[in-house]
């Protein structure tokens, strides 16, 4: 893999992703711009993937269950050759292979069609199991909103990782304090959630943004 400088390539998503909402005339900002790092890091040092075949059956996955933040995942894969800028510029237009919520049917370098808060973590359970049970080396990366972790199910699929040991499964909250309907403390409160993940005997690292 070429090098790459981490902090122009995570610039450059942000810029990217303010491109495509500019040009649209609405969207969700923070929550795409928000996730910039931890795309950056993935895409860009991480990762096992190949722009060139993009069902590459050895490859790592990369599951958006947050996925208003379509946006900053179109700008990393735009960046490392899944498709050409311009296309950035159809972002939820007619006939777009990049609608406002990503779609595996629809746009390359997609491996998991998100939208529906809660339901991307249960399927990126699914996955990581299924490479298990196959003997498989893959890796399965999901990101999660904290809003997000309001949802019921998401908690049964961190005991279902915990319970069937899936190593292989990466989990990033993106804990940036809001939802849809105000602060996250003020709608429901998540209280600690290293405690809440640790309780469930899940491995976890915290770690600052840069």
């Given at each position: ?197 640790s309780a469930l005997r899940v491995l976890f690292r915290t770690g600052k943004r840069t």
């Amino acid at each position: 893999m070429r090098e790459i400088d981490m902090e122009r390539f995570r610039d450059q998503i942000r810029l990217l992703i303010l491109k495509q909402l500019h040009h649209l005339g609405f969207g969700h900002y923070g929550g795409s711009l928000s996730i910039a790092d931890v795309l950056a890091v993935l895409y860009g040092k991480v990762m096992k993937i190949d722009p060139a075949n993009p069902s590459w059956e050895d490859r790592d996955f990369l599951i958006l269950s947050k996925g208003h933040g379509g946006p900053a995942l179109y700008a990393a894969l735009h960046l490392t050759g899944y498709f050409e800028e311009d296309v950035l510029y159809t972002l939820n237009r007619n006939g777009t292979a990049l609608p406002s919520h990503p779609d595996r049917n629809l746009t390359p370098g997609v491996d998991m069609t998100t939208g529906s808060l809660g339901q991307g973590i249960s399927a990126a359970t699914g996955v990581a199991l299924s490479h298990k049970l196959s003997g498989r080396t893959n890796r399965t990366f999901v990101i999660v909103g904290d809003g997000e972790l309001n949802e019921g199910q998401c908690w049964e699929a961190i005991q279902f990782a915990a319970h069937h040991k899936l190593h292989n499964l990466y989990v990033f909250v993106d804990d940036n304090k809001q939802q849809l309907d105000g602060p996250t403390k003020d709608i429901i409160d998540p209280l600690d959630f290293v405690s809440k993940f640790s309780a469930l005997r899940v491995l976890f690292r915290t770690g600052k943004r840069t």
